[in-house]
């Protein structure tokens, strides 16, 4: 489990704003290709964008200078290339493949289209060049705009060196080690006009397993009371109310087991007869990888999963932001700007003020809220973190308060939230404490013998 992970996700604003486009670009005529980096167009003076074979290619000069690179050419190899912050990118025309060098490592690549000569102008494709070093690329097709976002840009030159340190501290309690996970939910819903909830609403769990680095295995319990006072009164026949009481009992106590295989991907998930219907426990099996690429849409999940286990917060961060989906020129930019920003004065050095042994950052969501994380220190290891968010969202009329505390370390995490309409007397609580310790124990992450899962769409 990556240690970064454990990090709560900042709340994200995001501005519904229109971004104005400077510069006179030569490919903005009809039909051609206009190119936005940082939310502003790309002026080309003597050659434009155009699209070739299905992808889109840019002048290799005009787009590597635009982001800061050191272009050059040389004339006897037909080589192409590019320097900057470390990464050299080398190209010949016409080849399929590129070398890359980062770090003193050095990697071939290939590409779907080779760079070509124009007219004199060496033009090369846009997103297998802008990714190499670092930036977002996405397409507008409505507006025929390539989109580029420079991620270190965003981030600028903020160091996060105390998220790190949460981070390693993280990952070496868990070094190597299968962790035992046990934890407890409870959650009230109450309402004492009756107006909403005829009766409170109670719910009791727990959870029992094991993580590893090749899955999990995790048992759930359920409890909930309260459920009659949802059928009080309802409308339907005294035998649609008996049945309906049935199934409220039922579900007063349920029982299950989750199970997940990192290798395979494969998520599996039993289901007691109570919800299904049937004779005894049901398993069901998700395919996570495909799952989770549907659930999150656009995003481009390629950087995330290449992420190594001791990857730093900033290459964390950029890999999220770089996953954002980049298809509308008037507001991609503005979104990802601000979840950068958000990142910048929440987890950066530079938004934290030391208190003693803690350090403190504090940011005002704008109409919305606060958010606060606090990092505790231990001699030379940040040990702990706190993140406590407080909102307010005002709708019809009814104003709605939230607030949400979170404790991450290693051996314990816990979160509290409190909900309540003003004026009114709802209000839900809800709380989730787990500790984790070292165990010899594994985790069985495949299906029991002699069960077919039946697959979830």
């Not at 290709?33 to 502003?40: E, F, I, R, T």
């Not at 950029?318 to 008037?330: C, F, H, K, R």
């Amino acid at each position: 489990m990556k240690a970064w992970k454990r990090l709560s996700g900042a709340l994200i604003t995001l501005l519904v704003l229109t971004v104005m486009m400077t510069g006179t670009a030569l490919a903005a005529e009809p039909g051609g290709v206009s190119v936005q980096l940082n939310g502003k167009t790309l002026a080309f003076t003597d050659a434009a964008p155009e699209i070739t074979n299905g992808r889109t290619f840019l002048p290799f000069r005009a787009v590597l200078e635009a982001i800061g690179a050191e272009v050059g050419y040389d004339v006897q190899t037909s080589t192409v290339s590019a320097k900057r912050d470390g990464v050299d990118l080398s190209m010949v025309l016409g080849k399929n493949t590129a070398t890359v060098v980062e770090d003193g490592q050095t990697r071939t690549m290939e590409m779907d289209v080779p760079p070509y000569v124009k007219n004199g102008r060496t033009y090369v494709p846009v997103r297998f060049v802008a990714e190499s070093f670092g930036c977002g690329v996405g397409w507008d097709n409505d507006t025929k705009t390539v989109i580029i976002v420079d991620v270190d840009t965003l981030l600028g030159d903020t160091t996060f060196d105390l998220m790190d340190s949460f981070a390693a501290y993280c990952a070496k309690q868990e070094k190597n080690r299968n962790m035992a996970i046990t934890g407890t939910l409870a959650l009230d819903a109450a309402d004492k006009s009756g107006q909403f909830l005829p009766k409170p609403i109670r719910a009791k769990g727990s959870i029992d397993g094991i993580t590893s680095d090749k899955g999990l295995q995790m048992n759930w319990r359920l409890e909930l009371s309260g459920l009659d006072g949802l059928a009080a009164g309802g409308a339907g026949s005294p035998m649609e109310q008996m049945l309906i009481q049935q199934m409220l009992a039922a579900l007063s106590d349920l029982k299950g087991e989750v199970r997940m295989d990192l290798e395979s991907n494969m998520l599996y998930l039993s289901a007691p007869a109570e919800l299904t219907g049937g004779s005894g426990d049901t398993w069901y099996s998700v395919d996570f990888a495909a799952y989770q690429a549907q659930l999150l849409g656009a995003l481009d999940m390629t950087q995330l999963t290449q992420l190594e286990e001791d990857a730093t917060i900033r290459e964390a961060l950029t890999a999220v932001i770089q996953a954002m989906p980049l298809n509308d020129s008037g507001y991609s930019y503005v979104g990802v700007a601000e979840v950068a920003s958000v990142y910048v004065n929440m987890l950066s050095d530079q938004a934290f003020t030391q208190k003693g042994n803690t350090y403190v950052a504090q940011m005002q969501l704008e109409d919305i809220g606060d958010m606060s994380v606090t990092l505790t220190k231990r001699g030379e290891d940040i040990v702990a973190a706190d993140i406590k968010m407080t909102c307010a969202v005002d709708e019809d009329g009814a104003k709605m308060t939230m607030t949400m505390t979170e404790h991450a370390a290693p051996d314990k995490v816990t979160v509290d939230m409190d909900m309540a309409v003003e004026d009114s007397d709802a209000s839900v609580k809800l709380t989730l404490d787990m500790n984790c310790v070292p165990t010899t124990k594994a985790p069985v992450t495949t299906l029991p013998a002699g069960v077919q899962a039946v697959p979830m769409n």
